[in-house]
Protein backbone atom coordinates (compact mmCIF):
# COMPACT_ATOMS: atom_id res chain seq x y z
CA UNK A 1 0.00 0.00 0.00
CA UNK A 2 1.58 3.33 -1.11
CA UNK A 3 0.92 6.69 1.46
CA UNK A 4 2.35 9.27 -0.87
CA UNK A 5 0.06 11.27 -3.48
CA UNK A 6 1.21 9.53 -6.64
CA UNK A 7 2.97 12.73 -8.61
CA UNK A 8 1.66 11.79 -11.53
CA UNK A 9 -1.51 12.85 -10.30
CA UNK A 10 -0.03 16.49 -9.39
CA UNK A 11 -0.93 19.00 -11.59
CA UNK A 12 -2.33 16.70 -14.35
CA UNK A 13 -5.17 18.64 -15.00
CA UNK A 14 -3.38 22.09 -15.18
CA UNK A 15 -3.18 24.08 -18.59
CA UNK A 16 -0.77 26.58 -17.64
CA UNK A 17 0.87 28.52 -20.67
CA UNK A 18 -1.79 26.64 -22.79
CA UNK A 19 -3.31 29.30 -25.45
CA UNK A 20 -6.91 28.84 -25.86
CA UNK A 21 -9.69 30.12 -28.40
CA UNK A 22 -13.18 29.01 -26.53
CA UNK A 23 -16.22 30.22 -28.81
CA UNK A 24 -19.53 31.46 -27.33
CA UNK A 25 -17.61 31.68 -24.03
CA UNK A 26 -19.48 35.26 -22.60
CA UNK A 27 -22.09 32.93 -21.61
CA UNK A 28 -23.54 29.88 -20.21
CA UNK A 29 -21.34 26.43 -20.73
CA UNK A 30 -19.00 28.58 -22.66
CA UNK A 31 -18.42 31.25 -19.75
CA UNK A 32 -18.11 28.44 -17.43
CA UNK A 33 -15.62 26.37 -19.43
CA UNK A 34 -13.34 30.03 -19.97
CA UNK A 35 -13.77 30.23 -16.18
CA UNK A 36 -12.51 26.48 -16.06
CA UNK A 37 -9.53 27.22 -18.05
CA UNK A 38 -8.24 30.72 -16.45
CA UNK A 39 -8.18 28.61 -13.22
CA UNK A 40 -6.58 26.10 -15.14
CA UNK A 41 -3.70 28.55 -15.91
CA UNK A 42 -4.13 28.75 -19.64
CA UNK A 43 -4.03 32.00 -21.55
CA UNK A 44 -7.49 32.63 -23.56
CA UNK A 45 -9.23 34.54 -26.25
CA UNK A 46 -13.28 34.14 -25.37
CA UNK A 47 -15.44 34.47 -28.49
CA UNK A 48 -18.96 35.78 -29.06
CA UNK A 49 -20.79 38.72 -30.60
CA UNK A 50 -21.17 40.78 -27.68
CA UNK A 51 -18.29 42.96 -27.77
CA UNK A 52 -19.23 44.46 -24.32
CA UNK A 53 -20.16 41.04 -22.68
CA UNK A 54 -17.05 39.57 -24.51
CA UNK A 55 -14.93 42.42 -22.62
CA UNK A 56 -16.04 42.13 -19.27
CA UNK A 57 -15.86 38.54 -18.75
CA UNK A 58 -12.35 38.83 -19.89
CA UNK A 59 -11.36 41.62 -17.44
CA UNK A 60 -13.15 39.69 -14.69
CA UNK A 61 -10.96 36.31 -15.68
CA UNK A 62 -7.73 38.44 -15.86
CA UNK A 63 -8.02 40.25 -12.67
CA UNK A 64 -9.35 36.63 -10.61
CA UNK A 65 -6.46 34.53 -11.92
CA UNK A 66 -3.63 36.52 -13.23
CA UNK A 67 -3.74 35.05 -17.17
CA UNK A 68 -3.85 36.61 -20.66
CA UNK A 69 -7.60 36.82 -21.67
CA UNK A 70 -8.46 38.77 -24.97
CA UNK A 71 -12.01 38.90 -26.91
CA UNK A 72 -13.03 38.27 -30.23
CA UNK A 73 -16.14 39.33 -31.53
CA UNK A 74 -17.14 37.45 -33.99
CA UNK A 75 -20.56 36.10 -35.91
CA UNK A 76 -19.91 32.63 -36.68
CA UNK A 77 -23.23 32.17 -38.83
CA UNK A 78 -21.13 34.13 -41.22
CA UNK A 79 -19.06 32.19 -44.01
CA UNK A 80 -15.95 33.79 -43.36
CA UNK A 81 -16.07 34.00 -39.66
CA UNK A 82 -14.37 30.91 -38.32
CA UNK A 83 -11.15 32.10 -40.88
CA UNK A 84 -11.65 35.44 -39.53
CA UNK A 85 -11.92 34.23 -35.84
CA UNK A 86 -9.01 31.79 -36.29
CA UNK A 87 -6.37 34.53 -37.79
CA UNK A 88 -7.89 37.14 -34.65
CA UNK A 89 -7.42 34.34 -32.17
CA UNK A 90 -3.51 33.20 -33.22
CA UNK A 91 -2.10 36.96 -33.46
CA UNK A 92 -3.46 37.83 -29.65
CA UNK A 93 -1.90 35.11 -28.91
CA UNK A 94 1.03 34.61 -30.84
CA UNK A 95 -0.52 30.84 -31.92
CA UNK A 96 -2.83 28.51 -30.10
CA UNK A 97 -3.02 24.92 -28.38
CA UNK A 98 -7.06 24.65 -27.42
CA UNK A 99 -9.95 25.20 -29.32
CA UNK A 100 -12.82 24.84 -27.30
CA UNK A 101 -15.62 24.83 -30.39
CA UNK A 102 -18.59 25.45 -28.04
CA UNK A 103 -20.96 28.39 -29.46
CA UNK A 104 -24.59 27.16 -31.06
CA UNK A 105 -28.14 27.76 -31.18
CA UNK A 106 -30.79 26.08 -30.69
CA UNK A 107 -34.43 27.17 -33.06
CA UNK A 108 -36.90 24.19 -32.05
CA UNK A 109 -39.12 23.06 -34.82
CA UNK A 110 -41.21 20.59 -35.70
CA UNK A 111 -40.16 18.33 -39.06
CA UNK A 112 -43.76 19.19 -40.80
CA UNK A 113 -42.80 22.92 -39.66
CA UNK A 114 -38.86 23.02 -40.97
CA UNK A 115 -38.34 26.13 -43.16
CA UNK A 116 -35.08 25.78 -45.60
CA UNK A 117 -34.21 29.14 -43.75
CA UNK A 118 -34.58 27.44 -40.25
CA UNK A 119 -32.79 24.69 -41.46
CA UNK A 120 -29.87 26.42 -42.54
CA UNK A 121 -29.53 29.03 -39.88
CA UNK A 122 -28.79 26.01 -37.63
CA UNK A 123 -26.37 24.23 -39.86
CA UNK A 124 -23.88 27.21 -40.42
CA UNK A 125 -23.70 27.57 -36.75
CA UNK A 126 -23.90 24.56 -35.29
CA UNK A 127 -22.16 22.56 -38.22
CA UNK A 128 -20.05 24.69 -40.47
CA UNK A 129 -18.83 27.28 -38.12
CA UNK A 130 -17.20 24.67 -35.80
CA UNK A 131 -16.35 22.36 -38.00
CA UNK A 132 -14.24 25.34 -40.67
CA UNK A 133 -13.10 26.63 -37.32
CA UNK A 134 -11.23 23.61 -36.50
CA UNK A 135 -10.03 22.62 -39.89
CA UNK A 136 -8.41 26.24 -39.55
CA UNK A 137 -7.02 26.24 -36.34
CA UNK A 138 -5.81 22.51 -37.29
CA UNK A 139 -4.12 23.92 -40.18
CA UNK A 140 -2.41 26.46 -37.38
CA UNK A 141 -1.62 23.75 -35.07
CA UNK A 142 0.03 21.66 -37.78
CA UNK A 143 2.16 24.53 -38.66
CA UNK A 144 3.00 25.49 -35.48
CA UNK A 145 3.95 21.43 -34.80
CA UNK A 146 3.40 21.40 -30.84
CA UNK A 147 0.48 19.10 -31.37
CA UNK A 148 -2.93 20.50 -29.70
CA UNK A 149 -6.66 19.61 -28.58
CA UNK A 150 -9.72 20.45 -29.86
CA UNK A 151 -13.09 19.72 -28.13
CA UNK A 152 -16.69 20.49 -29.73
CA UNK A 153 -19.17 20.55 -27.61
CA UNK A 154 -21.93 19.14 -29.20
CA UNK A 155 -25.00 17.74 -27.30
CA UNK A 156 -27.30 13.98 -26.63
CA UNK A 157 -29.15 15.12 -29.03
CA UNK A 158 -26.46 13.83 -31.12
CA UNK A 159 -27.16 10.47 -29.73
CA UNK A 160 -31.02 10.34 -29.22
CA UNK A 161 -33.33 11.84 -31.23
CA UNK A 162 -35.09 14.63 -30.06
CA UNK A 163 -38.76 15.43 -31.12
CA UNK A 164 -39.44 19.71 -31.91
CA UNK A 165 -35.31 19.44 -32.68
CA UNK A 166 -34.85 18.45 -36.61
CA UNK A 167 -31.89 20.95 -37.77
CA UNK A 168 -30.54 20.68 -34.09
CA UNK A 169 -30.06 16.97 -33.79
CA UNK A 170 -28.60 16.73 -37.59
CA UNK A 171 -25.96 18.63 -36.84
CA UNK A 172 -24.88 17.89 -33.82
CA UNK A 173 -24.41 14.23 -35.23
CA UNK A 174 -22.69 15.60 -38.00
CA UNK A 175 -20.56 17.73 -35.57
CA UNK A 176 -19.49 13.79 -33.63
CA UNK A 177 -18.56 12.53 -37.30
CA UNK A 178 -16.70 15.63 -38.12
CA UNK A 179 -14.46 15.61 -35.01
CA UNK A 180 -13.74 11.88 -35.48
CA UNK A 181 -12.20 12.68 -39.12
CA UNK A 182 -9.81 15.57 -37.67
CA UNK A 183 -9.19 13.02 -34.94
CA UNK A 184 -8.23 10.30 -37.33
CA UNK A 185 -6.24 13.38 -40.29
CA UNK A 186 -4.39 15.74 -37.01
CA UNK A 187 -3.89 12.45 -34.99
CA UNK A 188 -0.51 11.96 -36.54
CA UNK A 189 0.63 15.53 -36.37
CA UNK A 190 -0.24 14.90 -32.03
CA UNK A 191 -3.17 16.76 -32.41
CA UNK A 192 -6.33 15.46 -30.67
CA UNK A 193 -9.97 15.92 -30.99
CA UNK A 194 -12.74 14.86 -29.17
CA UNK A 195 -16.22 15.67 -28.20
CA UNK A 196 -18.29 15.52 -25.66
CA UNK A 197 -22.15 15.37 -25.36
CA UNK A 198 -24.42 17.11 -22.58
CA UNK A 199 -27.68 16.83 -21.78
CA UNK A 200 -30.02 19.53 -20.55
CA UNK A 201 -27.87 22.37 -18.73
CA UNK A 202 -30.47 25.21 -17.84
CA UNK A 203 -28.87 28.03 -18.87
CA UNK A 204 -30.34 30.60 -21.45
CA UNK A 205 -30.58 28.11 -24.43
CA UNK A 206 -31.60 25.53 -21.96
CA UNK A 207 -33.84 27.43 -20.16
CA UNK A 208 -35.62 28.61 -22.97
CA UNK A 209 -36.21 24.98 -24.19
CA UNK A 210 -36.81 22.92 -21.52
CA UNK A 211 -37.95 25.26 -18.56
CA UNK A 212 -41.65 24.96 -18.13
CA UNK A 213 -42.42 21.73 -15.83
CA UNK A 214 -44.33 19.78 -18.20
CA UNK A 215 -41.52 19.80 -20.41
CA UNK A 216 -38.93 19.30 -17.76
CA UNK A 217 -40.06 16.09 -15.58
CA UNK A 218 -40.33 13.18 -18.52
CA UNK A 219 -37.41 14.65 -19.97
CA UNK A 220 -35.77 14.32 -16.23
CA UNK A 221 -37.90 11.04 -16.07
CA UNK A 222 -35.56 9.70 -19.11
CA UNK A 223 -32.33 10.37 -17.17
CA UNK A 224 -30.81 7.28 -14.84
CA UNK A 225 -29.16 10.04 -12.29
CA UNK A 226 -32.76 12.18 -12.35
CA UNK A 227 -31.81 15.67 -12.46
CA UNK A 228 -30.15 17.92 -15.71
CA UNK A 229 -26.60 18.78 -15.82
CA UNK A 230 -25.07 21.95 -14.51
CA UNK A 231 -22.40 24.36 -16.12
CA UNK A 232 -19.32 22.68 -14.68
CA UNK A 233 -20.19 19.35 -15.39
CA UNK A 234 -19.52 19.86 -18.24
CA UNK A 235 -16.50 22.31 -17.76
CA UNK A 236 -14.78 19.17 -16.14
CA UNK A 237 -14.88 17.12 -18.91
CA UNK A 238 -13.19 19.59 -21.31
CA UNK A 239 -10.58 20.55 -19.26
CA UNK A 240 -9.65 17.11 -18.84
CA UNK A 241 -9.99 16.68 -22.31
CA UNK A 242 -7.45 19.18 -23.12
CA UNK A 243 -5.21 18.05 -20.48
CA UNK A 244 -1.97 16.05 -20.50
CA UNK A 245 -4.38 13.89 -18.39
CA UNK A 246 -6.14 12.64 -21.36
CA UNK A 247 -3.52 12.40 -23.83
CA UNK A 248 -4.19 8.95 -25.44
CA UNK A 249 -8.10 10.23 -25.56
CA UNK A 250 -8.64 10.78 -29.24
CA UNK A 251 -11.61 10.90 -31.20
CA UNK A 252 -13.57 10.08 -28.49
CA UNK A 253 -17.20 11.25 -27.70
CA UNK A 254 -17.85 11.88 -23.94
CA UNK A 255 -21.86 11.63 -22.85
CA UNK A 256 -21.93 13.99 -20.19
CA UNK A 257 -25.92 13.07 -19.35
CA UNK A 258 -26.11 11.22 -16.56
CA UNK A 259 -26.58 7.89 -18.49
CA UNK A 260 -29.78 8.85 -20.41
CA UNK A 261 -28.05 7.71 -24.31
CA UNK A 262 -26.01 5.03 -22.88
CA UNK A 263 -29.32 2.53 -24.51
P1 LIG B 1 -26.29 29.84 -24.60
O1 LIG B 1 -26.31 30.18 -23.18
O2 LIG B 1 -27.44 30.22 -25.48
O3 LIG B 1 -24.93 30.38 -25.22
C1 LIG B 1 -24.67 30.17 -26.59
C2 LIG B 1 -23.35 30.81 -26.95
O4 LIG B 1 -23.14 30.63 -28.37
C3 LIG B 1 -23.35 32.30 -26.67
O5 LIG B 1 -22.12 32.68 -26.13
C4 LIG B 1 -23.54 32.90 -28.06
O6 LIG B 1 -22.91 34.13 -28.24
C5 LIG B 1 -22.83 31.90 -28.95
N1 LIG B 1 -23.37 32.04 -30.30
C6 LIG B 1 -24.63 31.78 -30.73
N2 LIG B 1 -24.75 32.16 -32.02
C7 LIG B 1 -23.55 32.66 -32.40
C8 LIG B 1 -23.06 33.21 -33.61
N3 LIG B 1 -23.82 33.36 -34.71
N4 LIG B 1 -21.77 33.66 -33.66
C9 LIG B 1 -20.97 33.55 -32.56
N5 LIG B 1 -21.39 33.04 -31.39
C10 LIG B 1 -22.66 32.60 -31.32
O7 LIG B 1 -26.14 28.25 -24.81
P2 LIG B 1 -25.47 27.13 -23.90
O8 LIG B 1 -26.56 26.35 -23.28
O9 LIG B 1 -24.39 27.68 -23.07
O10 LIG B 1 -24.87 26.19 -25.07
C11 LIG B 1 -23.48 26.09 -25.34
C12 LIG B 1 -23.28 24.87 -26.23
O11 LIG B 1 -23.72 23.70 -25.56
C13 LIG B 1 -24.08 24.93 -27.55
O12 LIG B 1 -23.32 24.40 -28.61
C14 LIG B 1 -25.26 24.03 -27.24
O13 LIG B 1 -25.82 23.48 -28.41
C15 LIG B 1 -24.61 22.99 -26.38
N6 LIG B 1 -25.53 22.28 -25.50
C16 LIG B 1 -26.36 22.95 -24.67
C17 LIG B 1 -27.23 22.24 -23.88
C18 LIG B 1 -28.21 22.94 -22.95
O14 LIG B 1 -29.16 22.28 -22.50
N7 LIG B 1 -28.00 24.19 -22.61
C19 LIG B 1 -27.24 20.83 -23.90
C20 LIG B 1 -26.35 20.19 -24.75
C21 LIG B 1 -25.50 20.91 -25.55
P3 LIG B 1 -23.72 35.52 -28.02
O15 LIG B 1 -23.30 35.94 -26.64
O16 LIG B 1 -23.19 36.38 -29.08
O17 LIG B 1 -25.17 35.23 -28.15
Redesign the pocket.
Known sequence: MTTAADPRYAGALRLDGKRALI????????ADIARAFASAGADLVL????EG?LGRAAAALHDEFGVDVHSAA????RAD?PDTLAGMAADALGGLDILVN?????YPESVVDTTAEAFDATIA??LR?PALLAARVGAQMVAQGTGGAIVT?????ALAPLPDHYAYCAS?AGLVMATKVLARELGPHGIRANSV??????????QR??GEEAKAAPMIARIPLGRFAVPHEVSDAVVWLCSDAASMINGADIAVDGGYTMG
Open positions: TGAGKGIGSGRDEVDLAGNAGVSVNAVASAAKCPTVVLTEMGVW
